[in-house]
C-alpha cells in the first residue's frame, strides 16, 4: 500500500464526518417544517414554549387543511401532476431524439445549430415571458394546462446534457446494428435509449422537480383556482391563513412530499447518471 493511499485512508473519517453534518444542517430546516406541521399554532409562536419536537401532537392542520371546501385539493394536485409528467415526457423524449442526431449524424452547420441551442439557455426567461404569452392569447391557451406543455416541449439543456451522453457510444455498436439491417429508428429506441437509461432518470427528476416548484409562469397565465397548480394555490392558501402556522407548515409538507417521494424512488438512476460519463466496456 502506498504512502498516498494511506494518507486518503487516514483522512476519510474526517470528510464523512464533514459531509454528515452538512447533511444534518440541510435536513433539519426540513424535519423542523414537518414536526412543525404537528404543532399549534400557540406553540410555535409562544418563545417560552418553544421545542423541536411537538409537545401537544395533533393532525388539526392537515384536518382543516383536506376537509376545507375552498380548497379543492384533489384536483390541484392532479394539475401539478398532469403538467410535471407532460412535461417529462416531452422534454426528456425530445431531448434524447436531438441529443442523438447531434452526437451520431454529420450534416451542414451541425455545431452552429448545436452552440445556437445550447446559447439560448443564457437568454433570461423575463425576456421571453411577454411574447410566450402573447403567442399562447392567440390560440386560446392561457388559463389552461396545456399551455404550461405545449411551450415546454423542447430543453435546450436536455440537448446538451443527452448529446454529451450520447457522443461516447461505440459507432461501430451503431454500425453493427446498420449491417442487421436496423434502421434509424429502430437503433435510437432499442440500442440508444436503453444505454441511457440512468442520464434520462436523471435529466427527468430534474425536469420534474423544475415544473413542480414552478411559479411565475403558471401564475401568469392561469387565472382560475380549478386550473392552477400548487406553488400558487399555497400562496393563496398562506395569504388566507396568516394567522395559524401550524397550517402553512402543513401545507408546504403537502406539497413538498410528492417531489421527496419521486426522487427516493429514482435516488439510485439518479446517482448513477451524475456518475457515468459513458458506457462500460
Not at 41 to 69: K, V
Not at 197 to 226: E, K, M, Q
Amino acid at each position: 500500500m502506498t504512502t498516498q493511499s494511506k494518507s486518503s485512508r487516514s483522512y476519510r473519517p474526517i470528510i464523512y464526518i464533514i459531509l454528515l453534518a452538512g447533511c444534518l444542517l440541510t435536513l433539519i430546516p426540513f424535519i423542523w417544517t414537518i414536526l412543525a406541521s404537528f404543532k399549534t399554532h400557540a406553540e410555535i409562536i409562544n418563545p417560552a414554549n418553544q421545542s423541536f419536537f411537538p409537545r401537544e401532537f395533533t393532525t388539526q392542520n392537515y384536518e382543516t387543511i383536506l376537509t376545507d371546501p375552498t380548497l379543492p385539493l384533489a384536483r390541484i394536485y392532479f394539475n401539478s401532476i398532469y403538467v410535471a409528467v407532460s412535461n417529462v415526457i416531452t422534454q426528456t423524449f425530445t431531448s434524447a431524439l436531438f441529443g442523438y442526431v447531434f452526437a451520431k449524424f454529420h450534416f451542414r452547420y451541425k455545431r452552429l445549430l448545436f452552440w445556437y441551442i445550447v446559447a439560448t439557455m443564457m437568454i433570461p426567461f423575463q425576456l421571453t415571458m411577454i411574447p410566450s404569452y402573447l403567442i399562447l392569447l392567440q390560440f386560446n391557451l392561457t388559463n389552461n394546462l396545456l399551455g404550461l406543455v405545449i411551450l415546454s416541449w423542447f430543453n435546450a439543456f436536455g440537448i446538451f446534457l443527452m448529446r454529451q451522453f450520447m457522443i461516447n457510444i461505440p459507432d461501430e455498436l451503431l454500425d453493427a446494428a446498420r449491417v442487421d439491417g436496423a434502421n434509424e429508428w429502430q437503433i435510437f429506441m432499442r440500442i440508444v435509449l436503453p444505454q441511457c437509461g440512468a442520464i434520462l432518470a436523471t435529466f427527468g427528476v430534474l425536469v420534474f422537480i423544475s415544473n413542480w416548484n414552478a411559479y411565475l409562469w403558471p401564475l401568469i397565465i392561469l387565472r382560475d383556482v380549478n386550473v392552477r397548480t400548487l406553488p400558487i394555490i399555497l400562496t393563496w392558501y398562506n395569504d388566507q391563513h396568516t394567522a395559524n402556522l401550524g397550517i402553512q407548515m402543513a401545507a408546504s409538507v403537502l406539497i413538498v412530499m410528492p417531489i421527496l417521494v419521486v426522487y427516493l424512488i429514482m435516488n439510485r438512476w439518479v446517482v448513477r447518471g451524475f456518475a457515468l460519463s459513458g458506457i462500460k466496456g
